[in-house]
Every structure is written in structure tokens, then in C-alpha cells.
């Protein structure tokens, strides 16, 4: 384990704990967009250069600021009335995030291909991924881009309904 | 003969079969509603070029078996091994087992091909005059190819993985037809009912399905290999199952719950006749020609998981025979014109399936193959009837409409005929096919079948006539009462131009075609399974059993009823035509047996009174847990805030023990329901996170 | 050193806190943003394993990240603009309030 890794795990851990506790939704977007920045550098560890582009691009450039105009237009800038640390909600939560997640570190624990290192000389140039996008992966590219189209139409049908009502 | 040495072309095209009305449907829903003539001439486009395909593929088949012999007759058909020709891929790969998915050519496959696809397309000719006026036409187009599509699909699928997929399209696409004209509450309502009845037949088939590819590790039907899950039937024999069945036994009968649902077999019958709600040709196409032929046609598919366990045969003939009268004795007593057509297609499902029952898959196919053709034939009358009638479905408000509509009414007497069994049309060859089996099947209780089905050939014939009497014959007894009954067709009246009330007109060719193309069929059909040698079906379908000689018992048995059927139906109806407002002379015959016919043998009340009261008291039961699960949260608050307070509700709990203890069980029920069913999105997510999390903890430990 | 299983711990216990927004938040903002968090703990541990697989030229995990993250950009899309019209129907985006799929 190296400095590295721990630094980014901080960051990202913190980041996606504060980004689902805390009242204040802006403040809650704004760690949000540190866990997003701390999953990119783990991409970039990962020598997954262009993932992590993508990851900043999409989810720091788009989703990030798609949730604080979320915010805004439901005039929704802190969550009122929710229950406290304590709560019954709270406690069921952790107890099942804890269920799954020691599931998940069962099965990892339990599989001793997890314990290898890094093979070197790993790298995936835009190049090699725009190659392989583009021959064995051909079909579900399409399908995504077509999937991506429906849903920004759809996204934009769905809230502009009102104004077609108003007409 | 080898069947991997040849594979014939039509073989390797057989997917277009179902993929072209598939894009079809994909097509035109991307269409915008007006390109009606487009998404129209599309639909029927296909449908004749699979119909064509479909050709091939049975003049293909036909070809080959003649191949070996050289004398060329059909009953040198007698080859003693079905013959099935198999296109494989692979589906997908995972880890060092792939999904393999194919299909398959043989006499079966070709036949219900033919019979489906042609069917389909006259009723899609027929469809554009019958929904000319609605605004949703090309909708409607979409769904019948997606329907059309599915079906065929079906058919010609190698695997029942794939069967399973196109069989649930199926049901997704008929609930979408029922429920076409989804602002009118009854037909959202039958189309829900359709969809949830037929989903409590399809967990068992599905289950059935996990459980065959648990056991042959495999969910191809047929393999070049031979390994194939229908051919290893000798070894699931011999496997243990449930309830003192064979493996083979207990898959063949979840298997047949899914046929129970989807064919309309006692005691999931119920949506079949509801399902009228749907536009008329929407009834045809799934109630003649391919939806309820589905179920049958899976029986005939797995036929030999079947054959390895006579207890299910039995089982299945009863529950055939059964069906067969009782729905016959209901569509006695009913009176509108699309209802009786929906319960005769119930019983003469039921006569499919007892012919499965007794041993005669080649004679049940026969029957779906010719009951495909008189019931569109009958179901399109019945919609150009109502379409001639201002909408009207109440054959009492009915009557004389033979000379306003004189090629309407010679195509349904012919139908009539054939579905009453009078030689020579195609219900007499195959109603005889069947009834021959069911009397070959055995002596004593053995014969029960046989004789239910002799006396639904009786009622067949009488409601059948009456139907013709009160609609076709005597004076026209609409127009005047024609307010009161708006509400019946009040969206097709929408949908349709509004002539003046009053006389009956004659449908526009595009509808009346395609009846006299089906009639001809219905009466010259029958020909291809005369008895005897000539029996070509017989050696088309099942060449491995021998055909059977003509009994002239049976044939006279049950022509014999069904002259009497006949006879009777006319003494009632046809001597003397009723008047406008007399109500049905068989109120006085019948008296309470009638209410209780008319009433469907309470069944729709058997049900509301037993199961979805149950799911009532089971949703009170979780309004209370709902209530007592806040009362839970309370009390935690409760006790976290002072131990006095926890040892008062400590005494009280103490005190009150045994009440509590009653209470307990009811409590516990209570908060599983609560948990499961309170519309919450994350309740429903938290559910699912501790169920998965439990499923993986169980599968690590075990 | 760092090892798969590191990485794969970490990856578990992402989605593990982005389950627990999802269960226990009652803005519906927030849980699409925790289903965000459980998006990327995927793609996190989907690019690992393609780091330390056998066959990293395949650039499998690598390609089913961007897939992923496509996927996830649609869902937010149209997840948010379904929370903007929930909260013009019933003025509020709480999860709690959309009840009407109880019986």
C-alpha cells in the first residue's frame, strides 16, 4: 500500500460519506464532486488515462452540475425534517450498507486472486479503446449512443410538460 | 436420414419468419401517427412474405418426407422417425458454458407456421376495414406485428428459453390489444386480467423450465447431437420428481400450468372471455388463431416429456374434457355474440387438450390447425356483424341480418358448420380425430372424456345454431332499442363512421374477403385428415404412431349429436323468430340452471370470493401492520427515553402476555406484509439489498 | 504494495456508503447522487480488475467503465428531470411522499 492509495482512498471515502450525510444539498454536491475528482485519480492510478478524463468530463462537468440545477429549480437548497443520526431510519440504513458490505469484503477475503500485484506495462492509449470500441464492441456502442439520445429527448420531454400544458 | 447431413435453405432462413414482422413492428412504432397507409401496408407486407416463407417451409417439409419413398403417396409418409431439421447459434458465452439458442424445421413447426401466419394476414387485411376510423391505427398495427411476430417466433424456436421469451411477448403484446381502447374502464380491466391470469400459468411453466435445464443441462428442444432436452426423456423417467411423479413427469406438469393459462383451461379460463374487450380482429387473432393455440402448441412441443408419464396424460385429458363441457354448457346461456365465440373457443381448447390427454397429438394438432381457421372465420363474421349492426354485440338485439348481409351470413353458417362438426367441412375431420382417440384411450373411467366430449359436440352444435337463428334469421330486432345499450360499442361507434340507425349494411371487400378466403379453408381443410390412408396430417404430424382405422361408432355418435345440437338449436330459435322484446325461450326450459350457465358457473364469483378476498384481508392485515410498525417506532423512542418508562411498558407487556402471544403470530404477518408491500421506493430497495445480501451469504457458506 | 484486494475493499466499501444514501436519505436529489456514488464504486472496481487481470489488452474492464459511465449520465439525466416534475406534482421531492404505488 502506498501513499498514493491512501490519500486518494481518504479522499474519496470522506468525499462519499460527507456527500450522503450532510443537510446542506449544495454542500452535499460540492463533496460529491470530491469523490468524483478522487475516483478519477484512482483511474489515473489505474493507468486508465482516458476513463478518468471521461469520469471528470461526465460526472464533475455534467452530473455534478445537472444535480445543483436539480437543487435549485426544486428550490430544495437543505433537506428540512430529516431524522437525526440516531434514528430508526438511519440505523436500518447503516445495518444494511453493513449487511452488503460484508458480503462484499467476505468475498473478497475469501478469493486469494485478490492478493496479486500489479503486473507492469498495463496502459490503455484512446487509441487501443477507440480500436476496440469499434470492432468487438461495435454493437453495444451503438446501442448506448442510442440509449444516450433517448434519454436526453426523454429528459428534455419529460420537464419541458408543463410548458406544452401552458400552450 | 441423417438430419445434419442436409439442411434444407428454408432452414437456415426460417428466422425471418419471425424477425420480419418483429422490424415491422419496431418500425412502424417509430412511425408518427399519421403514416397510417405506411405502417398498414407495412404490417401486411411482411405478414404475406412470412406467410410465403411459411409455405416453403411446409412444402419443404412435405417434399422431404416423400424423399425416401418411391411410391410418393402420403401414407408412404410412415417414415417411423419425426424428422426435424436444426439451425444452431450461440446466444452468448459465459465462463466455459455457452447459451445456445436455434431453430427448428419440422412438420410441426411448418404447420402451425402456415396456419398462424396466414391467418394473421388475412386478419390484418381484415383490420383495415374493421379500425379504418380509429385514430390510433398505426398503433394498432405496431402491436399486431410485435403480436404476429412473437408468435411465430414461437413457433419456429429450437429452444424453450427463446420459447419462453416469445411466449411472454406474446402475453405483453395481447395485453396491450385488449386493453387497445385503454381510456374505457372494462377493457383496461380485462387487459390486466388477461396479463395477471396467464402470469399464475407462467411461473409454473417457468419453473418448470429452470428445473428441465437443472436436470439435462440443456434447453434445447432438439440437438444434431441427440442431447437435446426433449431426448433425454428416457433418463428424466427415471428420476424421481414430486408428489410420486417422474422428473419428466413433474416438469411436463408445470410445463402444462403454463398451457393452462395461456390456452384458457379450467380453473385459469377465467380471462379468456374478458379479453373480448379488445377490438374484434384483436379476438380473432387471440382467440382463434395464435394466443390460446400457443398452449397447446407448447404440449405438442414437449409432447415426449408427456408421454413419459401417463398420470399427467390423465390428468391433462380431464382437465381437457372438462373444460370442453363446461364451457360449452356457459356459452349456452350467453348472449352476447363475441362472448359465445370466446367460451366455444375455451371448449374446443379443451378438446385440443384432452386429445393431448388421450394419447393423440397428431389429432389435437389437427383440431388447432382447422379450429384456427373456422374461429377467425367465425370471430371476423362476428366483427363485421357488429361492424354491419351499429356496433351492437346482443344477438337479441339482432336478428334478420341475413339479407342486409348476405356474404357475411354464408361465410358463418359455413363456420358454423365446421365448429358444429357436419361432415364434410374441417371441425367433422378433426373433432372425429379427436373423439376417436379419446374413445381408443380406455375402458371404463376411460371413457369419460369420450363421452363429455360427445355431449360438448351436442351443446356445440345448439349454441352454435342458436347464435345463427338469433342473428342471421327472422326480423331485425335493433334500431329501436338501440339507446339504451349505447354504453356496449360506445368507442367502436366512436371509431367507425355513424350511418343512420336502422338497417344493417354489408362490410366494405376488404373484410368480407378475407371471410370467403377463410371459409374456404374451414370447408376444404378437413380433406388433408381423412381417415384411414388417406390421413395425411396424421402421418405428417406423428409418424411414429400408426394411424387409426375408421371407427364408425364414433363418427356416427357424434354426427348424430350434432344434428340433434342442431335440431334442438332450431326448434328454440329458428321456427318461430322471436320478437323484438321476448326474452330467450330457454329461460323457461333451463329456469335456475340457466342463471347459474349465464353466470358462468359463478366462477369470476368463486374467485372474487376466495382468492382476491384473500388478498383483501391480507391487505387490511398489512394496513394494521402498517399502523403497528409505527407503533413499534414509537415505542422505541419510548424506551430509549427513561428505564421507568421501560419497566411500565415491561409490566404491561408482562401482564398482557398472553393476549400479546395471541396477537404475536398476527403481528409478525402483519410486519412482513408491511415490509413488503407499503409503496415506498426504498423500503422495496432495502428489501432487495438484505435479500441479496442474505442469497450470497447462503451461497459462500454452503 | 497495493493489491487488487485493496482495491476491491475500497470499491465494496463506496458502495456500501452509497447504498446506505440510497436507503436513508429521504431527498429524492440525494439518492440519485448516492446511486451515482454506487455507479462509480463499480466502475472503480470493474478498471481494477482490468489492471490486474490476466488480459489487459482485451481492455475489457476499460470499456465497460465508459459504458458505464455513459449509462450513469443518461440515468441522471433523466432522473433528475423526473425529480423536477415530481416536485411540480406534489411540491415536495421527498421519497417518502411517493406512496402511490401502495395498493
Not at chain 2, 36 to 61: D, H, M, P, W
Not at chain 2, 452 to 474: D, E, I, K, P, S
Not at chain 3, 62 to 72: D, K, L, N, P, S
Amino acid at each position: 500500500m502506498d501513499v498514493t492509495f491512501i490519500i486518494l482512498s481518504l479522499i474519496t471515502v470522506v468525499g462519499a460519506i460527507w456527500a450522503v450525510t450532510l443537510r446542506n444539498l449544495i454542500h452535499g454536491v460540492l463533496s460529491l464532486v470530491l469523490f468524483f475528482f478522487g475516483v478519477a485519480g484512482f483511474f489515473f492510478y489505474l493507468n486508465a488515462d482516458f476513463v478518468g478524463w471521461v469520469q471528470i468530463l461526465v460526472y464533475v462537468g455534467a452530473v455534478a452540475i445537472l444535480a445543483i440545477f436539480a437543487i435549485m429549480l426544486t428550490h430544495n437548497l437543505t433537506a428540512k425534517d430529516e431524522p437525526g443520526f440516531f434514528s430508526l431510519r438511519w440505523l436500518t440504513g447503516m445495518a444494511i450498507a453493513a449487511a452488503v458490505g460484508a458480503v462484499l469484503w467476505f468475498a473478497i477475503k475469501n478469493n486469494a486472486a485478490m492478493l496479486q500485484t500489479a503486473p507492469a506495462g498495463v496502459t490503455s492509449s484512446v487509441a487501443d479503446i477507440g480500436r476496440k470500441m469499434m470492432t468487438d464492441w461495435v454493437v453495444p456502442f451503438e446501442v448506448v449512443s442510442l440509449l444516450l439520445t433517448a434519454a436526453m429527448i426523454g429528459a428534455i420531454v419529460i420537464a419541458m410538460e408543463q410548458i406544452s400544458h401552458r400552450k | 436420414m441423417n438430419p445434419a447431413t442436409h439442411i434444407p435453405w428454408i432452414a437456415s432462413y426460417l428466422w425471418l419468419i419471425p424477425l420480419l414482422p418483429f422490424a415491422a413492428a419496431g418500425v412502424s412504432a417509430l412511425l408518427p401517427q399519421r403514416c397510417r397507409k405506411t405502417s398498414a401496408g407495412l404490417a401486411i407486407g411482411v405478414i404475406v412474405v412470412s406467410t410465403l416463407l411459411s409455405f416453403c417451409a411446409l412444402a419443404e417439409s412435405i417434399l422431404h418426407g416423400l424423399e425416401p419413398h418411391a411410391g410418393r403417396t402420403w401414407s408412404a409418409m410412415q417414415t417411423h422417425e419425426v424428422w426435424h431439421s436444426l439451425i444452431e447459434f450461440t446466444w452468448f458465452n459465459y465462463g466455459t458454458t455457452s447459451l445456445k439458442l436455434g431453430f427448428v424445421l419440422d412438420p410441426l413447426t411448418a404447420a402451425m407456421a402456415t396456419m398462424v401466419s396466414l391467418v394473421s394476414a388475412l386478419i390484418f387485411i381484415y383490420s383495415l376495414g374493421y379500425m379504418s376510423r380509429d385514430k390510433n391505427f398505426t398503433r394498432f398495427f405496431t402491436f399486431l406485428s410485435l403480436f404476429a411476430g412473437a408468435m411465430l417466433g414461437l413457433v419456429v424456436t429450437n429452444n424453450l428459453l427463446l420459447f419462453f421469451i416469445c411466449w411472454e411477448l406474446v402475453g405483453l403484446a395481447s395485453y396491450l390489444l385488449i386493453g387497445f381502447w385503454y381510456h374505457r374502464p372494462s377493457a383496461a380491466a380485462a387487459a390486466k386480467k388477461a396479463f395477471i391470469v396467464t402470469k399464475i400459468g407462467d411461473t409454473g411453466f417457468f419453473a418448470g423450465l429452470l428445473w428441465l435445464y437443472h436436470a439435462t443441462g440443456t434447453l434445447q428442444f432438439y440437438t444434431p447431437d441427440h442431447t437435446g432436452a426433449l431426448e433425454q426423456v428416457t433418463a428424466l423417467a427415471g428420476l424421481p420428481g414430486i408428489m410420486g411423479l417422474s422428473l419428466a413427469g413433474t416438469i411436463a406438469l408445470l410445463i402444462f400450468c403454463g398451457a393452462v393459462g395461456k390456452s384458457g383451461q379450467w380453473p385459469l379460463h377465467v380471462w379468456l372471455p374478458d379479453a373480448m374487450e379488445g377490438p374484434t380482429p384483436v379476438s380473432a387473432l387471440i382467440h382463434a388463431a395464435t394466443m390460446v393455440a400457443a398452449g397447446v402448441f407448447l404440449v405438442a412441443r414437449t409432447y415426449p416429456l408427456f408421454q413419459a408419464s401417463p398420470q399427467v396424460l390423465t390428468l391433462v385429458a380431464w382437465i381437457g374434457a372438462f373444460t370442453a363441457i363446461m364451457a360449452a354448457t356457459i356459452a349456452v346461456a350467453q348472449n352476447d355474440i363475441k362472448r359465445i365465440l370466446a367460451y366455444s373457443t375455451v371448449s374446443q381448447l379443451g378438446y385440443m387438450v384432452m386429445g393431448l390427454g388421450v394419447g393423440g397429438m397428431a389429432a389435437a394438432m389437427f383440431h388447432l390447425l382447422m379450429h384456427g381457421f373456422f374461429k377467425a372465420l367465425l370471430f371476423l363474421g362476428a366483427g363485421s356483424v357488429i361492424h354491419g349492426c351499429h356496433n351492437e354485440q346482443d344477438i337479441f338485439k339482432m336478428g334478420g341480418v341475413k339479407k342486409h348481409m348476405p356474404i357475411t351470413f354464408w361465410t358463418y353458417f359455413v363456420g358454423t358448420l365446421a365448429l358444429a362438426g357436419i361432415f364434410p367441412l374441417a371441425g367433422f375431420w378433426s373433432k372425429d380425430e379427436v373423439l376417436t382417440a379419446a374413445f381408443r384411450w380406455g375402458g371404463g373411467l376411460h371413457k369419460g372424456p369420450f363421452v363429455l366430449g360427445c355431449l360438448g359436440v351436442f351443446l356445440t352444435a345448439f349454441y352454435m345454431w342458436r347464435q345463427v337463428c338469433l342473428v342471421f334469421l327472422g326480423e331485425y330486432r335493433g334500431g329501436k332499442a338501440r339507446a339504451g345499450h349505447k354504453h356496449v360499442g360506445q368507442e367502436e361507434a366512436e371509431t367507425h363512421h355513424e350511418t343512420a340507425p336502422g338497417v344493417p349494411h354489408e362490410s366494405p371487400a376488404v373484410m368480407t374477403v378475407p371471410l370467403i378466403i377463410l371459409a374456404v379453408f374451414s370447408a376444404f381443410m378437413g380433406f388433408s385428415g381423412l381417415p384411414e390412408h388417406a390421413n395425411f396430417i396424421h402421418h405428417f404430424l406423428n409418424p411414429e404412431h400408426a394411424p387409426h382405422v375408421v371407427n364408425w361408432f364414433v363418427i356416427g355418435t357424434a354426427s348424430a349429436l350434432a344434428f340433434a345440437g342442431l335440431g334442438a338449436g332450431h326448434l328454440l330459435y329458428g321456427v318461430k323468430p322471436l320478437a323484438p322484446d321476448e326474452p330467450d325461450p330457454l329461460k323457461a326450459k333451463l329456469g335456475k340452471l340457466r342463471d347459474f350457465l349465464r353466470d358462468k358457473w359463478y366462477c369470476d364469483e368463486l374467485y372474487e370470493a376466495t382468492v382476491v378476498r384473500f388478498v383483501r384481508i391480507a391487505a387490511v392485515v398489512v394496513d394494521l401492520g402498517d399502523r403497528l410498525l409505527d407503533g413499534v417506532t414509537v415505542g422505541l423512542g419510548l424506551l430509549a427515553r427513561g428505564v421507568s418508562f421501560f419497566n411500565f411498558k415491561f409490566d404491561e407487556q408482562a401482564i398482557n402476555c398472553g393476549f400479546d402471544g395471541g396477537c404475536g403470530s398476527v403481528r409478525v404477518i402483519g410486519r412482513c406484509f408491511a415490509a413488503l408491500q407499503d409503496g415506498r421506493v426504498q423500503s422495496y430497495l432495502r428489501l432487495v439489498a438484505v435479500t441479496a445480501a442474505i442469497l450470497a451469504f447462503w451461497f459462500f457458506l454452503k | 504494495m497495493t493489491t487488487l484486494a485493496h482495491f476491491q475493499l475500497l470499491a465494496s466499501m463506496l458502495f456500501a456508503v452509497g447504498l446506505f444514501g440510497a436507503v436513508t436519505r429521504r431527498n429524492a436529489i440525494v439518492v440519485l447522487l448516492s446511486i451515482e456514488i454506487m455507479f462509480n464504486a463499480a466502475n472503480l472496481s470493474l478498471v481494477a480488475f482490468w489492471r490486474y487481470g490476466p488480459h489487459p489488452e482485451q481492455l475489457s474492464g476499460v470499456v465497460f467503465a465508459i459504458f458505464g459511465i455513459t449509462i450513469a449520465a443518461a440515468e441522471a439525466a433523466v432522473g433528475l428531470a423526473l425529480v423536477i416534475v415530481i416536485y411540480r406534482y406534489y411540491k415536495s421531492i421527498e421519497v417518502d411522499k411517493m406512496r402511490s404505488l401502495k395498493g
